[in-house]
C-alpha cells in the first residue's frame, strides 16, 4: 500500500528566509503533484511532476522529483507572509491520489 | 472552481439520518472524486468514478454510496450518518492531459451530532 509522509507538518518561518518540506513516498509512481490551501478553502494545483529530475518554479516556490529516492521536494525562496497555507504532495496512482498530512506553513514577518 | 460546484456548502444531521452531497462539473471529465479532509489525514480517497455507472470504491469507503447517472453529477451519500463522518468532503476531476493536477470544488461542511 502507497503511504506518502511529508515533514515537517507545522513550519513557523520568517520573511525572508529559505527553508524545504519533504515528500517521501513508499511506491513507485510516475506523478507527483502540489497542492496549497488557504483556510477555509479549496485545494489549487501548484505542480505536476512527470519524471525522474523533474524540476519546476513559480515565483518563491520550487518543487522536484527524484524517483528512484520516492523523494519530492517543495523548497520556498525568502518567504512572504502570502506563502502561509497548508501545502500538499500527492502520488498518483492508478484511480487514486494519495496525499501527505500536509505541512501548514506561517510565515512571520 | 468555476467548472466544478458542490452542494450543501455546510450540513448539519443528525445521527443515522441519511445525507446526500452533490458534485456538479461543465467539463465533461470522465474521471470524478470524492475525498474526505480530516486533520492529520491529508485527504482520503472515498469513491470515485470513471464513467457513468463506473464506480468503484477508495481508501475509505465503509459508510458511503455513489452514483453517477450522467457524465456531470457525481452524488455521495452517507447511508446512516455517524459522528464519525464529520468532515469537509471535496469533489474533485482529473482533467484531461498530464501536466494539470485535479480541479476541487469547494468542499461541503458536513456536521453530523
Known amino acids: 500500500e502507497l503511504k506518502v509522509e511529508q515533514n515537517p507538518l507545522f513550519l513557523s518561518m520568517q520573511e525572508g528566509k529559505n527553508y524545504t518540506i519533504y515528500c517521501n513516498y513508499s511506491t513507485t509512481s510516475d506523478r507527483l503533484y502540489w497542492y496549497r490551501q488557504d483556510p477555509g478553502k479549496s485545494l489549487e494545483s501548484l505542480f505536476v511532476l512527470l519524471s525522474n529530475g523533474a524540476v519546476k518554479q513559480e515565483g518563491r516556490l520550487m518543487a522536484s522529483l527524484d524517483t528512484k529516492a520516492r523523494l519530492s521536494t517543495l523548497h520556498i525562496t525568502a518567504a512572504v507572509h502570502d506563502l502561509s497555507a497548508t501545502y500538499f504532495c500527492a502520488v498518483f496512482q492508478p484511480n487514486d491520489m494519495r496525499f501527505g498530512a500536509g505541512t501548514r506553513l506561517t510565515v512571520k514577518p | 472552481d468555476a467548472g466544478i460546484t458542490q452542494s450543501p456548502r455546510h450540513k448539519v444531521t443528525e445521527t443515522g439520518t441519511p445525507v446526500t452531497l452533490r458534485c456538479h462539473q461543465t467539463e465533461n471529465h470522465r474521471y470524478m472524486y470524492w475525498y474526505r479532509q480530516d486533520p492529520g489525514h491529508g485527504l482520503r480517497l472515498i469513491h470515485y468514478?470513471?464513467?457513468?455507472?463506473?464506480?468503484d470504491k477508495g481508501e475509505v469507503s465503509d459508510g458511503y454510496s455513489v452514483s453517477r447517472s450522467k457524465t456531470e453529477d457525481f452524488l455521495l451519500t452517507l447511508e446512516s450518518a455517524t459522528s464519525s463522518q464529520t468532515s469537509v468532503y471535496f469533489c474533485?476531476?482529473?482533467?484531461?492531459?498530464?501536466?494539470?493536477?485535479?480541479?476541487f470544488g469547494s468542499g461541503t461542511r458536513l456536521t453530523v451530532v
Open positions: 474533485a476531476i482529473r482533467p484531461t492531459g498530464l501536466n494539470y493536477g485535479y480541479t
Open positions: 468514478s470513471y464513467g457513468v455507472k463506473d464506480t
